[in-house]
Every structure is written in C-alpha cells, then in structure tokens.
C-alpha cells in the first residue's frame, strides 16, 4: 500500500468555509477579512473587545536539538491541538508562517504532515495572505530612504561606512550575503559595502510579531537603528522619517491569518522568524487573540528548547505579560539514537546502547524548561520501527525527571492519535507552577549572555571576540544594556559547533558580534559560524517542485 504525501493528504482535503471555522471561536463574519473561502483575516475590534475576558491556557511546544531523522514539532502542535478538540475541549493553534527560503530549500514548508496539518498547505507554504511579502517591502522601503538621503545631501551627515540596515529577501541566497551598491556614476546612489538577510531575520519582521498593535508597531519601527552619523551618534527609522509609511505597507500584515487543522480546528497563522537567527515565535497579536478566544491555546517555537523555547519564555512572554502552563518537549528515538552517535542510515533496528547515550540530550530540555518553574510533558512522535523497550526506556528516565510521558500518533492517526499526549497536557496544566525567567533586565549585556549560555546550554562560560566588545562599548554608550538578549546560534547543537551533538559539556560559546535591535527591544548576540542569510544545497527541494495545467502543485512538502 502506497502511503500519500503530505500534499496529497492536504489536496484530498475537504475543508470548511473559513466562516464556519471562525464561528467556534465565536468570531462572526463581519469581524473577517476574507482572502478566499479558506483563509481570513480577523480584525483587530476582535480582540480589543476580549481585554477584559480570562486566558484560556497556553501551552507551549518545543523539541530536543534537531537532526536529519526529524522530530515533528509543528505535526504534534497540530495533532495535540485536534486531540484536545477530540476530548472536548475548546482549543485552537497558533504557528509561524513558513519562510519561502526553506520551502525551495532543504527543510520543506511548515504546515505540519500526514494527517495533522493545517490547510490550504499549498497556500500557507507560498505566498499565504502576502504577510511576508508586505515585510520584505516594508524593510527595504526603509533601506531604500536611507540610501537615498545619503544621495539628496545626507543632512543627518550619516557616515556610509556605519550603516547597520541591510536589505532582506525571503529566499535562500548565498550571493547577496555581501554585496557593492551605489555604483556607476553620481546619479546611482552613494557606493558602499552592504548585503541582504532573509527576511525572517529582518527586525521589522521581529517587531511585528512582538507589537501589541499597530501603534505599538509604528513606534517600534521608529527606533530601528539603522547607522550612525559621522560623530557616533545613532540615526533611526523615525530620523529619516520612514516609519509612517513602513506601518502603512503592514497595516493589514499585522491582522492575524485564521485558517484551519486537517479536523476543522481553528489556526492561527502570523509571523515567522527563525528561531536560531531570531526570536522564533509567531505574532503576540495571534497568541493573545487565541488565548482569549479558547480554552487551551496551543502554540510552537522554532528548533529546539534552548533556541525558540527560550526566546517564547525569556523574551515573548516577559514582553507580552503571559504565563504558560504547560510546556510539551517532542523528541524521537529515532533522533535520540542519532544523538547517541547512529548515523540516519543506522536507525532502523533496536539499538538500547544508543539510545542511552541520546537521552541526556532530552534530559537537558527538559531540565531547562523546569528551569523556569514549568510542567512539563514530553511527547514521543512514535515511528513504526520503535521498539517497546525503546519506548519503555525513554519513559523511564522522563519519569526520573518528573516529566510527564506519552505517545504521539498524530501523523498516521490525526486527531485521535494525539488523544493521550492531549490528556497528559491538561493534567499538567492543572499542575502548580512557578514562572521566571533566566535573567533579568537589569543585568549586563555579558551576565545576561553568560546566564543563558550556562544555565541553558551547559557551556562553561562566554568568550567575546574584539568586535563584540567593541559592539557592546557602543551599545553601553547609548543607554541600551537594559535590553532583552536573543542569541544566534546553530539549532543543531547546545554549543556554538554544529557538530558537537546530543549533551556536549567542557564548551564555550563564542560571541563574534551583538547587533542592536532597538525596536524590537533586544540585543541580538551572533554565536559560531551563523549567519543570517542561508544558502540553497547541492539539491534544493525547488528541484520537485512542479505545477501542472489544472495549476495543481506537486513536491511540495
């Protein structure tokens, strides 16, 4: 029997008007923004109109350190989601955007698989409601009236050679991480050094998913750092007056996209930065409007718990005043075997020895959650090939831990597969809890860095590289160490290094620059060898990707 693909599963879909989706969150009609009969945009009134209603519960979804034999974070997210709507609870989800980047790239597009996805895959994978779109027009409109004031007189006396502002594009280019624009004549613009991020990583992109609304957007962009004059002193989006217009080209992609589960759950969709390169967790907007439109709002951070699971807790909640009451870790034998040191061609057959020497990986995301005062559940997403001893021994040391245990079978099963995770979770929710953070403001930039690292990662200590030291001394010197730290770091290690898999210990992380995000409100620490403009492999999935005559699209995963 053949199985189908996940797009396959999603074409052979039959979904509710979006209309009718809205309703069970008691959303009526006239409160949408329709972009077809599937997809919607609810108006901000919606949750104005909420500010005095309770919280429902938040729980938070995260995973072990990723590797090629997958976890299934936003497929668990999805299933968990329909799994409470399976018990009868009233629940919705709200996930990231997925990135155009990793849709042509190696990762594949965001909307879960099998038989726990949100729909129209197609649509959310692509162009969605243009949300990505308008970010990406908005960052380099910016960028573009900078650059243009350097050419009209640079009244301002920007120095050139200090502009910090890059443009972005939301796909995976390696040429344009460095670039020389401005040639060919006096009429062509100021020449200098720039480069382009992927949009994802762009602070417009981070501002927009940490605003509280359209006002608290425009102010935001206003303090944008974007270079700084000859004498030192900063020059801001407000400066050269651009955020009126950046606000105007975002005032519909702040609305957040309502859209559905394979099972009818409601999903909210809005915002996507990366969580190793950003802060990883969709809009505030999507998360309060969920939050007090359901009982149980189900949500995820990207990679791992010490990348999104980390920003979501230290950065998004501290900022937006939430509280979680549960926080799910999905993990894999398969993936705790390749942590054990198996290659992925080695995974298929029962292998204890392995499997142990993985585990200390899901032991520390797990100790890191209850770090900060939090229940927590880990989720098995079950492949056919585990075996019960495999099974029986994770179990074991979660229970070590104090971590709730269960099976996820959402993939094959959907909704019904995911009952038992969704039980486990609202026995935790019910758990006492004590949220903190790992910092706090009024630290130093490097004792922030340094708690995170230690308290989180497990290294020893921070280095900083002369470039980050000169990079905080400026930092210093304009009144901004009280701002929140958001660490760029590989998602496929704790440490700096790639390669230093399952629970490395006896490492330093290593700081090569911190760049000032102003409006977002934090400072972002560049670790190893990240960048913030990925490149496409030797084989990119754009290479399986086809459209036929019907406009029906295949390979798309």
Request: with cysteine; proline share 5%; charged share 25%.
């Amino acid at each position: 029997m053949t199985v189908p693909s996940d797009i396959e599963i999603a074409q052979a879909a039959k979904m509710s008007p979006i209309t009718e989706v809205a309703k069970k969150l008691g959303i009526s009609g006239d409160d949408l923004e329709l972009y077809g009969k599937y997809k919607a945009k609810v108006q901000p009134q919606v949750l104005k109109g909420l500010e005095d209603k309770p919280d429902g519960k938040l729980v938070l979804v995260t995973a072990i350190t990723p590797t090629p034999a997958g976890e299934g974070k936003t497929t668990t997210s999805v299933g968990l989601t329909d799994g409470l709507s399976k018990i009868g609870k009233k629940v919705c989800v709200a996930l990231r955007e997925p990135s155009l980047g990793p849709s042509f790239g190696v990762k594949g597009g965001a909307a879960g698989g099998g038989y726990a996805q949100v729909v129209p895959m197609e649509d959310i994978n692509l162009h969605f409601t243009g949300d990505l779109h308008a970010i990406t027009t908005a960052h380099n409109l910016c960028a573009a009236m900078l650059d243009n004031h350097l050419q009209q007189g640079n009244e301002l006396n920007i120095d050139p050679r200090r502009v910090v502002f890059r443009r972005v594009v939301d796909l995976n280019e390696r040429a344009l991480r460095k670039v020389i624009i401005g040639l060919g004549g006096r009429t062509e613009g100021v020449p200098r050094e720039s480069g382009f991020d992927i949009t994802v990583a762009s602070e417009v992109m981070a501002i927009l998913c940490l605003s509280m609304d359209l006002m608290d957007l425009k102010a935001r962009l206003s303090r944008m750092v974007l270079a700084y004059t000859y004498d030192g002193k900063p020059v801001t989006a407000g400066d050269i007056g651009a955020a009126g217009s950046m606000a105007a080209l975002l005032k519909d992609a702040i609305k957040p996209n309502l859209v559905q589960t394979l099972e009818g759950s409601p999903a909210f969709i809005h915002g996507g930065p990366f969580a190793n390169i950003a802060h990883g967790c969709n809009s505030v907007q999507a998360t309060r409007l969920g939050l007090k439109l359901a009982d149980y709002l189900v949500t995820e951070a990207g990679f791992g718990g010490d990348l999104g699971a980390e920003k979501f807790l230290d950065i998004k909640c501290r900022m937006a005043g939430l509280k979680p009451d549960a926080v799910v870790v999905v993990a894999t034998v398969r993936a705790l075997k390749m942590h054990g040191g198996r290659k992925k061609t080695e995974l298929g057959s029962e292998d204890l020895e392995a499997l142990e020497a993985g585990i200390p990986n899901l032991q520390k995301h797990i100790e890191n959650i209850q770090k900060f005062g939090l229940p927590v559940v880990v989720a098995i997403n079950r492949f056919p090939l585990d075996t019960e001893a495999e099974l029986a021994l994770v179990e074991k040391k979660c229970a070590e831990l104090g971590a709730s245990f269960a099976l996820s079978e959402v993939w094959g099963k959907g909704g019904e597969g995911g009952v038992e995770l969704a039980k486990k979770v609202v026995e935790a929710c019910e758990k006492p809890s004590d949220f903190k953070f790992i910092y706090k403001p009024e630290m130093s930039p490097k004792e922030k860095m340094t708690a995170i690292a230690k308290e989180i990662y497990g290294a020893d200590g921070v280095d900083f590289t002369p470039q980050a030291e000169k990079d905080l001394e400026l930092i210093h010197g304009l009144g901004k160490d009280d701002l929140l730290i958001c660490m760029a770091k590989t998602q496929y290690s704790f440490s700096d290094d790639a390669t230093k898999v399952g629970r490395p210990k006896d490492f330093r992380i290593t700081v090569r620059e911190v760049r000032l995000s102003a409006g977002a409100g934090f400072l972002v620490a560049v670790t190893g060898a990240i960048m913030t403009m990925p490149g496409l492999p030797k084989k990119p999935a754009a290479l399986s990707i086809d459209v036929d005559e019907n406009g029906k699209i295949t390979g798309l995963f």
